[in-house]
């Protein structure tokens, strides 16, 4: 186990200082921020200024080298827009996407999970048929539509919920969380919402496949054969074997709600960091992006490897030791 964590741990190293070097070249080869951060009326001495205080004057090679030198400190600069560090720009949005992501990644598993099982042990009833259609639509319409219906249903006509923004917001040590006010619960709930018909649906379809291909084992049937109940049954030994492919799929989703909720977050204007992500490539914001990126290839290396290690807790007859990287 330990082995097998270091060699992980090695690998987010290595894995962040490729993505940090091509994010550099390919944000230093695509327009040019001086442009942004100064006036339409600077002159070119001004502009020099500028360019020199960020060190943008330097060589690419130069610049990268100076860049790597703070990150292995955790500084990768200032903002060139803000002038605030770039990581502590990121870490003050960083609850407000995880809040997101964890309420709608449980909303998902919770609609997932029984609806899924369902379709599995009753695979010709008319209520599965109905369960599927649901989730194929949920899979195939794209999260912007179904935000803006739910802005203009439950928004506009009925007037019920809030559009945007976050709401007020409870300080819990270092995390402000909206989740324990009710001001906050009206506006997460269309957000969570969105994100969470289209992971749900997902859940429901590898749910449903794992259920399907248990129920024919042998442990199943000596169970029946012992006259368990079919509520024992679902819960002792069904629901314990198809939990892994459901802890895979729900690990990598919510691994990308929190790494791409940009959508979503724009549309219901969600002060998250996806957000901040859209907003730092459109002003050329450099340092945000590339400290936003190494952050989140970060967060993806550990999020798969406490994946990895449920794995062992699900079932003892995993050895992590002897797994691939």
């Known amino acids: 186990m330990s082995a097998f964590i270091i060699r992980r741990l090695l690998q987010a190293v290595l ?63 200032k903002s060139f827009l803000t002038g ?4 502590g720009l990121i870490l003050e949005r960083m609850p407000a996407t995880l809040e997101l992501a964890v309420v709608s990644m449980g909303l998902a598993m919770l609609l997932g999970v029984p609806l899924g099982i ?6 010709h009833a008319l209520s599965t048929r109905g369960i599927m259609t649901g989730s194929v639509l949920g899979f195939s319409l794209p999260n912007f539509w179904v ?24 300080h819990l040590g270092p995390l402000d969380l909206s989740v324990l006010t009710l001001d906050g619960w009206s506006r997460l709930v269309l957000p969570a919402v969105t994100i969470a018909l ?13 259920t399907r291909e248990a129920l024919p084992m042998d442990y199943i049937k000596f169970a029946r054969a012992k006259g368990l109940g079919w509520s024992r049954i679902l819960r002792v030994h069904l629901l314990k074997n198809i939990m892994i492919p459901i802890v895979t ?3 990598l ?18 002060p998250g960091m996806g957000k901040l992500l859209l907003d730092s490539i459109i002003t050329l914001d450099r340092p945000v992006v590339v400290a936003y990126l ?23 007859r995993v050895r992590l030791q002897g797994a691939k990287a």
Do not use: C
Request: proline share 3%; no cysteine.
């Open 15 to 77: 894995v962040m200082a490729v993505m940090s070097g091509l994010v550099f070249v390919g944000l230093y080869v695509v327009g040019d921020p001086v442009s942004m951060m100064a006036s339409a009326e600077a002159t070119d001495l001004e502009r020099d200024e500028i360019r020199a205080a960020f060190g943008l004057d330097k060589p690419l090679w130069q610049q990268y080298a100076l860049f790597m030198q703070h990150a292995v400190q955790l500084d990768f600069g």
């Open 84 to 87: 605030q560090s770039a990581m």
């Open 118 to 123: 369902w379709a599995g042990l009753r695979p």
């Open 147 to 170: 935000g803006l219906m739910l802005i203009m249903v439950f928004a506009v006509y009925l007037g019920w919920l809030p559009a945007s923004g976050r709401g007020a917001t409870v």
């Open 198 to 210: 289209a992971k749900g649906a997902l859940i429901i379809r590898v749910t449903r496949a794992a």
């Open 249 to 251: 799929v729900g690990g």
């Open 253 to 270: 989703e919510f691994g990308q709600v929190v790494a791409f909720a940009v959508v979503t977050e724009t549309i219901f204007a969600w």
């Open 294 to 316: 190494i952050l989140i290839v970060f967060f993806l290396v550990m999020l798969n490897l406490a994946v990895d290690i449920l794995y062992s807790v699900l079932d003892p």
